[in-house]
């Protein structure tokens, strides 16, 4: 699968066309001329021009350098908001920096793009389950909301950034994630699988298809894996993790959709011995 299949991942459109292209283009030449490549780890010897180069915006923003390249030039391309998002990132961009990038990018702004509202009695409800881990996830992996209990016993979520806070991309990318899953291509797998499903059958996909092209511009084994089309409902099973102190761990876990949500569930892990 390619980044273009998922069909409506959005794409830069040329709204006003040339125009366009030439604010967009001037937008990211000044913001990243603007920055010192030494904050960075990057030398300034030998360099010609003012800020960092396009290579070196794309290594910060995982992204390839020709996407980036046809991204300041204006060109039509597909490319997800998370990597946007990531670059706007490296260039430091202020909030309405941002927002302006990305209405001028897709023809729209991503700001307020339908953000999952978490009442108080459920997040009271989560810390209460404490000593048990407990966190409320979003259909497509997104991870909302936890207790200590999950940050000490399965993975302190706030270590990440938050564009990243999300159960399948650590799965893909975040190495220390991957060292604590015991046989690894098997839960990864599972994990696609239960994506896959709830993907299919969401009403919000572009929520669902950030994460997927965003994992498909920075995971080969995600492409790999993505193109087995393996789909299973996963609401209970079992679970193994190797906790800080190494030691490995086996748990029982229920996702729950609490009432109030339909689109997010509360998942809760039990110890078994």
Do not use: C
């Not at 990132?89 to 999952?116: C, M, P, R, W």
């Not at 298809?209 to 995971?219: A, C, G, H, K, Y």
Request: glycine share 4%; charged share 30%.
């Amino acid at each position: 699968m390619s980044l273009n299949t998922v069909s409506s991942n959005k794409t830069a459109k040329s709204h006003n066309g040339s125009e366009r292209n030439y604010d967009l283009n001037q937008f990211l030449l000044k913001h990243r001329g603007k920055l010192d490549p030494t904050d960075y780890g990057f030398s300034t010897y030998h360099r010609r021009v003012k800020g960092l180069r396009r290579e070196e915006v794309a290594q910060l923003a995982a992204v390839s350098v020709s996407w980036y390249t046809w991204l300041e030039q204006g060109r039509d391309i597909s490319i997800s908001i998370e990597a946007i998002k990531r670059i706007g990132k490296v260039l430091k961009l202020s909030s309405d920096e941002q927002e302006y990038f990305e209405a001028t990018v897709f023809g729209t702004s991503y700001s307020a793009h339908n953000d999952i509202q978490l009442q108080d009695e459920l997040k009271q409800m989560i810390k209460a389950l404490d000593p048990y881990p407990a966190f409320v996830r979003s259909e497509n992996m997104d991870i909302l909301y936890w207790n200590k209990a999950s940050e000490q016993k399965i993975f302190n979520w706030s270590s990440v950034d938050d564009l990243d806070r999300n159960s399948l991309k650590l799965m893909f990318l975040n190495p220390e994630y991957k060292e604590r899953i015991p046989g690894w291509s098997a839960a990864a797998q599972s994990t696609i699988a239960s994506f896959r499903s709830y993907y299919a059958l969401s009403s919000n996909k572009p929520r669902f298809e950030t994460v997927i092209n965003d994992l498909l511009l920075r995971s080969e084994e995600f492409k790999r894996m993505w193109q087995e089309y393996d789909v299973k409902k996963t609401r209970k099973g079992k679970k193994s993790i190797i906790d800080y102190s190494g030691n490995l761990r086996h748990y029982s876990y229920t996702a729950l959709k609490p009432e109030s949500m339909s689109d997010a569930f509360l998942i809760f892990y039990v110890e078994r011995e």
